[in-house]
């Protein structure tokens, strides 16, 4: 995870791969279940082979606990993902 | 629609707008559909109450018809999908 920040707000994010679009749409399905049953919810930029995932807490414009508690439960989300590709 | 340059490269992208999380992810995975059907793939940047929908061609660094033919299925496939909002 990288810290970086956007229009003055910093945002934790993670760019995770997978073999195919199919993979990558499944995994931004995993991952905004997680923030539905937290509410708290990402940026998830999916493209073909790709998503990237942003966490960042708008009431306190930057990061929270929460923030960290999300990259955590995305990353178990990761390791049971299909199609995954982590080299 | 917008035509964007991003890296040198020209984007169709339009932002639509819903009025939670679960209804944004779903018209992301109805976009992902049509993707796959047509085997062209967007990108697809999913947050609560919004997607911002971009095509583009790696083949051809920048717009073909086929991004306008998803531009206008993308279209279509939002003036059926639940929670839209259009004002």
């Known amino acids: 995870w990288q810290i970086v920040e956007v229009d003055g707000i910093k945002r ?3 760019t995770f791969h ?3 679009f199919a993979h ?3 995994f931004t399905n995993a991952v905004g279940a997680l923030a539905e049953e937290q509410d708290h919810h990402p940026q ?3 493209e ?3 998503v990237k995932v942003a ?3 708008h009431a306190v414009g930057g990061l929270h606990q929460n923030d960290f508690i999300m990259a955590a439960k995305t ?3 990761f390791a049971q993902a299909e199609g995954r590709k982590t080299s």
């Open 12 to 14: 934790i994010e993670k």
């Open 48 to 50: 073909w082979g790709q």
């Open 24 to 26: 990558a749409l499944a």
């Open 18 to 20: 997978f073999d195919n």
């Open 44 to 46: 998830l930029v999916t």
């Open 75 to 77: 990353e178990a989300a």
């Open 55 to 57: 966490f960042w807490t």
